[in-house]
């Protein structure tokens, strides 16, 4: 067996594979014998007709398109490791260059490379903000004005009534073809100076006061550019509205009693230190997520990375399944999205979801090489970390009561993502004490005297976002 080996430039290998005659020829009677298995060849029992019969009934190009199908099953894996090539995905048969003497060609996608370059030297502090007692305080006046209890008043709408209003909205300088009418008798109900309402633009229900039920009012309004329809982003309209009723809220006082008629709370402080952690857990995701977008984009932009095409579209094909399952849970399908972008499908590939798997693909690979240049492996102190992991997914996603009765091929692969979450953790982990310097000061810090102990805190976990 004769190889030649061009690497192309996109990493991927071509292989020009001689294979001497005697072997072709032993592969062609394998073929003859397979045929006659398959066959009901007259005066024979199966599989027992004769090389020169099956080649008189069925001609030599049969037998020969068996022999190079039979040859490339069982000797493929000895051509990828005499010609030394680490295959990244399945490769393909591109040609039949020659029957006499037999050349194959293969085009084999190789093992992606990355090269981090100097990415020990790459530094990004890590500054999480605390959460700021005013955001405690909204939240808590969220709770409170989700059970106000409302009361009709025959007076004028004043700051905090809730008032019930008729709205009618037209375009004041539509486009060519633009419809003008964009709400039409649609009733909605405000509170009046709520800060927290953006509809339709912020700040509208503060025109509401001061009006009593029958009032009239017209209010301008321009579309802010960040409008989600963008259709209306920068442009003028009218909203009419007329007041239906007009109600005093009545928001319960924030204390103890209150606290514990929501939830298992003794306090109002327990509710206030209850939302708090919830709050920096969120914040703190936020913030560990674009800490790393940060840190990773960072190593990319030093780095040298290579892949086939055919692990990109892999990725691009994951990405598309993911998104297609999103949709599902709102009840609709991939092409009726792009429909409403006004995409085509290939379009949305190129300029949507193909940016975003080389990113994913990118980042995934960075993040792996750094785990093997450190050494980063799953320990045995890990798996008690795993295992629960392991259980609050098969808990979450299966609702089973009992782990028993969940089959053991579904329990393997939880559990083997639930591994690789916990190794992406610590890698994560490494990277960001390199990039604060935490990994240098330690390194360069002498060993402690015997007998001694530190009383160093342990670093958190950090989680990263798929």
Not at 12 to 40: G, H, M, Y
Not at 160 to 189: C, F, M, Y
Not at 422 to 429: A, D, G, T
Not at 438 to 454: I, N, R, V, Y
């Amino acid at each position: 067996m004769n190889i030649q080996t061009e690497l192309r430039d996109d990493h991927q290998a071509r292989l020009t594979v001689e294979i001497d005659q005697s072997t072709f020829e032993d592969f062609k009677k394998k073929a003859a014998r397979q045929i006659a298995r398959e066959a009901n060849i007259p005066g024979f029992r199966p599989g027992k007709a004769p090389y020169d019969v099956v080649r008189r009934i069925y001609g030599d190009d049969a037998i020969a398109q068996q022999a190079v199908e039979t040859l490339i099953d069982q000797m493929y894996p000895a051509i990828l490791e005499e010609a030394k090539i680490e295959p990244g995905a399945a490769g393909a048969l591109e040609d039949i260059a020659s029957m006499d003497p037999l050349k194959l060609v293969f085009l084999v996608p190789l093992e992606p490379e990355v090269d981090l370059g100097d990415y020990q030297t790459i530094r990004l502090p890590y500054e999480p903000e605390s959460v700021p007692e005013e955001d405690v305080e909204k939240v808590i006046t969220r709770l409170r004005d989700s059970q106000a209890l409302a009361e009709p008043v025959e007076r004028a709408a004043e700051n905090g009534d809730l008032v019930a209003v008729e709205v009618n909205a037209i375009l004041t300088n539509p486009d060519d073809g633009q419809e003008a009418n964009i709400i039409t008798n649609e009733h909605v109900e405000l509170v009046v100076g709520d800060q927290t309402e953006t509809w339709p633009v912020p700040g509208f229900s503060n025109n509401l006061a001061g009006l009593s039920a029958g009032s009239k009012t017209t209010v301008p309004v321009i579309f802010p550019e960040d409008e989600e329809n963008d259709s209306l982003r920068g442009k003028s309209a009218e909203f009419h509205l007329e007041v239906e009723s007009v109600k005093k809220r009545t928001l319960p006082e924030a204390n103890d009693e209150w606290a514990q008629s929501i939830g298992k709370f003794q306090t109002i402080q327990d509710l206030r230190d209850d939302i708090r952690h919830h709050l920096e857990r969120t914040q703190q995701g936020n913030y560990d997520d674009e800490y790393f977008d940060r840190l990773i984009a960072a190593i990319i932009a030093g780095a040298k990375i290579k892949y086939p095409p055919q692990v990109l579209d892999e990725e691009i094909d994951h990405l598309l399944e993911h998104i297609s399952h999103d949709l599902e849970h709102q009840h609709m399908d991939l092409d009726t999205y792009l429909k409403m972008l006004g995409l085509t499908h290939e379009a949305f590939i190129e300029t949507e979801v193909r940016p975003a798997a080389i990113r994913r693909l990118e980042q995934s690979l960075v993040i792996k090489e750094i785990g093997r240049v450190e050494s980063i492996e799953i320990q045995a102190e890990d798996m008690n970390e795993v295992a629960q992991e392991a259980i609050q997914t098969l808990v979450q996603f299966t609702g089973a009561k009992s782990l028993r009765k969940i089959p053991n091929n579904v329990r393997e692969q939880v559990t083997m993502k639930a591994m690789l979450q916990v190794l992406n953790r610590r890698i994560l982990q490494r990277m960001k004490a390199i990039a604060t310097g935490e990994a240098e000061k330690a390194e360069s810090t002498p060993a402690l005297d015997a007998g001694t102990t530190s009383e160093a805190p342990a670093e958190a976990p950090v989680e990263k976002s798929e």
